[in-house]
């Protein structure tokens, strides 16, 4: 009974001594000495004995070799840190867990065993000045460790936390492919934690590394604690280093003092799926494949990408962070890499981008650029205005014999105005008779326009003649015509405020989403060549269809003018206006300038953020565009049978809606049902066009096909010889043309359907065009001087558009992260991309083509409509 209670005594002694600490102990309470020792005390859970054991012992050596250790055969013990705080927890059921503390130095590899009877607590120390050129690295790596008995890391500083588990698991709902025994992050720096109150920093830093398991069996691992001495990036230099899905890295970039816009640009040899970031300089660090969307921007990639930097959103720096993804649904879909390792070679490199200066040179560059054609347009008019002049004491009236007898010769010469044609209505009224002067009316309206005096039957005998002129479908009042040919500009305006309203109400909540969430992909820039400019993020494609407006208002200038000219001169002699040249009808040309003008607008709402869904906007006036120009060129020689506005703005609107369902819905259905409309479509306008509006489809159409079908095999000669062979040729060519384009739309299905649907516009424009002027030639008639130059100019200005237009810069048919594999840099004055290019030339062969059709006849401004065919 003594020696039992002599043996009790010096244990609860012990026990006493460990729990109080001794006053050697310098290290407050409830902390890890500065220096730990691998001497620590092992108490029983069950017994409450407790055994000193230095750091040579039988037992230490077993825990460092992960053996079982027991006391008494009972319960294994918990390792105190030599204050009396036990890491281990003793449930009285398992056995508790020793902690073993360890003590490492940067750049050295402890590689050491666990299993889930202890863990380990290793300590670095560094001092905090080290801190401010580089950044502490830490390395774990443990081959035999598994899903079910993961090794778990944590990473403890000053301030911040840290942790991760081998191997390393991938986002919920994502495949695995690959698993990954090492796990390597780059430590945040402690001095950019923002904290509540701004505390001072210990110069001397303590860096934990706490490895634990729950595996019974014994697994090996690897911990590494090292400086990364390059972790600051400086302007123009290259950053070359290797990325996987558990290996991310960061760098940090402060801005030099004059520099206030940087281009980031990630350069990769593989296209594995990886992520870009952008994040302020501030802790933590969102480095993993979960969280690094939560920085400020971020963006997929596989070969390149590209983020633009301002100072004023990053004043005290940034840092870069690319993260290499487990899978690569977020880069391609469906696509994925298999038996590759995901190990990713990245270069990044950090640009200025262009200073203020340069800014608004290239800005003021692409205005004067369009000041040019106001310039020259300037020019020419005064020269024309001198030329009247001149002409003014000569003039006389187009009744005058000796004009008619020259009116060729006149034409020859190049009178394009007919403001230079002036006269005295008092000329030769002797010898012609006198037409009254037809009193205005403005009350006339679009239900006046058919009102002609002659009955239907009349308007069979003028409009299926064999042989048609002007004056043959020039027979409604002028008045009526220019009122008709008013409404496609009330139109055009009323369909332009209604469209664009909503249009610019969703890009820019396009926008203020891109700005809110950070994510990039949502809109497809050339990053590389996007200069940002307040909440605008690519203003230089926006600015750029500035040539659009600009040209679509000297256009409308040009057709006043011109218009104007025209007023003045049948104020001298009305007979102009009713028995001479092509009957002059503006609203039509008024409507294509404003077309040209909403074109630039909507062009800029769509490159605020271009993507698949708001393409329609970039396309939908080009289609006004086209079809207003094909009306145009029918309406010259066939003023009274034109389409009108409402008919032309509900077709323009079926074709827009036809646009959403194929962006929507882009089918093999959907793209059999529409090249079923579009050969439907071409063969009912060829009959009204063939017929001259005098074909109809309604219940007597079979038995009139029937009549027509007996009547011509009752003469076979007949069959192949068509009443109109002029237009039968046109229209042969234009549903050959569309037929083909209807073939291969269902044939191949191509995914950009505006794209498509415009091509078929242009492709029947550019037919039409071509066709009137081989039959203007053919039927004797001549081109002037300038319709020649703006042919020229227009077909040089759209070959060199349409080669910088193939220079794809960016195309959202792909993903966003391959989209980006075709940014490139700027190519003129350090702003402009070859899209930019696209703008500022297409915009002028529009223009171009405008002015084109705007004079193309003027060698038959006095020319009888009589002697001016129709075809």
């Given at each position: 009974m003594v020696t039992s209670f002599a043996a009790f005594v010096v244990v609860v002694c012990v026990v006493s001594c460990g729990v109080t600490g001794s006053t050697d102990n310098r290290d407050a309470p409830g902390t890890l000495p500065h220096h730990p020792r691998h001497t620590s005390h092992i108490s029983s859970g069950i017994q409450g004995h407790v055994i000193s054991s230095p750091k040579g012992s039988q037992f230490m050596r077993n825990a460092e070799l992960g053996r079982n250790v027991?006391?008494?055969?009972?319960?294994?013990?918990?390792?105190?840190?030599?204050?009396g705080v036990a890491y281990g927890v003793d449930t009285g059921h398992r056995e508790a867990i020793h902690s073993v503390v360890l003590e490492g130095k940067f750049g050295e590899h402890i590689t050491k065993k666990i299993n889930e009877t202890f863990e380990y607590l290793i300590e670095f120390t560094y001092n905090v000045t080290e801190l401010e050129s580089q950044a502490v690295r830490v390395t774990v790596s443990s081959l035999r460790s598994s899903n079910t008995y993961p090794l778990l890391v944590v990473v403890r500083q000053q301030r911040g936390v840290l942790s991760w588990q081998l191997p390393l698991e991938p986002p919920p709902n994502t495949r695995v492919l690959e698993k990954y025994y090492t796990v390597s992050h780059t430590l945040c720096p402690v001095k950019n934690y923002k904290v509540t109150y701004q505390g001072n920093l210990d110069m001397t830093q303590r860096l934990f590394v706490d490895i634990s398991t729950s595996s019974?069996?014994?697994?090996?691992?690897?911990?590494?604690?090292?400086?990364?001495?390059?972790?600051?990036?400086d302007l123009h230099a290259d950053m070359v280093f290797d990325v996987t899905p558990s290996q991310p890295m960061f760098y940090e970039f402060k801005f030099p003092e004059n520099v206030d816009m940087v281009l980031v640009k990630v350069i990769a040899e593989d296209d594995f799926c990886a992520m870009v970031a952008i994040q302020n300089i501030t802790c933590p660090v969102f480095d993993s494949e979960e969280n690094v969307q939560y920085g400020n921007y971020y963006q997929t990639m596989t070969y390149q990408a590209g983020i633009t930097v301002r100072k004023v959103d990053y004043p005290e720096g940034l840092y870069v962070v690319v993260v290499v993804l487990s899978t690569d649904e977020a880069c391609s879909g469906s696509f994925q890499h298999v038996y590759r390792t995901r190990k990713k070679t990245i270069t990044l490199t950090i640009e200025e981008k262009i200073t203020k200066v340069e800014y608004l040179g290239a800005i003021f560059a692409g205005l004067g650029y369009c000041a040019l054609f106001y310039a020259v347009a300037m020019i020419l008019g005064c020269i024309s205005c001198i030329r009247e002049k001149r002409k003014q004491p000569r003039a006389r009236s187009l009744m005058d014999d000796s004009i008619l007898a020259t009116s060729d010769e006149s034409g020859a010469h190049g009178s394009s105005s007919y403001g230079a044609v002036a006269g005295n209505a008092e000329t030769n009224k002797e010898e012609q008779p006198h037409l009254p002067r037809i009193p205005s009316d403005s009350s006339l309206d679009e239900d006046d326009i058919d009102m002609l005096t002659d009955a239907e039957s009349e308007k069979d005998v003028f409009r299926t003649k064999t042989f048609l002129y002007v004056s043959d479908l020039a027979r409604k009042d002028m008045r009526v015509l220019t009122k008709k040919s008013q409404l496609y500009i009330w139109g055009l305006l009323t369909v332009g405020i209604f469209y664009a309203v909503p249009v610019i109400q969703l890009v820019i909540t396009y926008q203020k989403v891109l700005d809110e969430t950070g994510n990039q992909d949502l809109c497809f820039y050339n990053f590389w060549c996007a200069h940002p400019l307040g909440p605008l993020t690519d203003f230089n494609h926006i600015f750029s269809n500035i040539s659009y407006i600009l040209f679509g208002i000297l256009f409308i200038t040009m057709c006043a003018r011109r218009n104007h000219q025209h007023k003045l001169a049948t104020k001298v002699d009305y007979k102009i206006d009713k028995y001479y040249g092509i009957p002059q009808h503006f609203g039509l040309f008024y409507a294509m300038g404003g077309s040209l003008i909403m074109e630039g607008f909507m062009s800029a709402c769509y490159h605020i953020c271009p993507n698949n869904s708001n393409y329609q906007f970039d396309t939908s006036f080009m289609y006004v565009i086209s079809v207003l120009s094909m009306l145009k060129i029918y309406q010259t020689r066939h003023p009274d049978i034109n389409a009108s506005a409402s008919a032309t703005y509900a077709a323009l609107a079926a074709a827009v809606l036809l646009g959403v369902i194929g962006v929507l819905s882009g089918t093999l259905l959907f793209w059999i049902i529409f090249g079923f409309i579009h050969v439907i479509s071409c063969l009912m306008l060829s009959c009204q066009i063939y017929y001259m509006g005098r074909w109809k489809l309604d219940v007597g159409v079979l038995k009139r096909f029937k009549t027509w079908f007996l009547s011509e095999i009752s003469d076979c000669r007949q069959i192949c010889q068509p009443m109109y062979c002029d237009r039968m040729v046109l229209l042969t060519l234009g549903n050959a043309a569309n037929w083909g384009l209807a073939i291969y739309g269902m044939v191949s299905t191509p995914r950009?359907?505006?794209?498509?649907?415009?091509?078929?516009?242009?492709?029947?424009?550019?037919?039409?065009?071509?066709?009137?002027?081989?039959?203007?030639?053919?039927?004797?008639?001549?081109?002037?001087?300038?319709?020649?130059?703006?042919?020229?100019?227009?077909?040089?200005?759209w070959g060199t558009a349409v080669y910088f237009y193939t220079q794809h810069t960016t195309t959202w048919e792909l993903t966003p992260a391959h989209s980006r594999q075709y940014n490139k840099e700027c190519?003129?004055?350090h702003f402009y991309d070859t899209h930019d290019i696209w703008h500022f030339l297409s915009a002028g062969a529009m223009f171009f083509g405008f002015m084109l059709l705007l004079t193309l006849d003027d060698d038959l401004s006095h020319t009888p409509r009589e002697k001016i065919p129709v075809f």
């Open positions: 027991t006391y008494n055969g009972v319960s294994r013990g918990s390792i105190h840190n030599g204050t019974p069996t014994n697994l090996n691992f690897t911990v590494t604690a090292e400086f990364l001495t390059r972790f600051h990036i950009d359907f505006a794209s498509y649907l415009l091509i078929i516009f242009l492709t029947n424009l550019l037919l039409y065009i071509a066709f009137y002027i081989i039959m203007k030639l053919r039927h004797g008639e001549r081109l002037l001087l300038q319709p020649v130059v703006y042919m020229v100019l227009c077909a040089a200005g190519v003129l004055l």
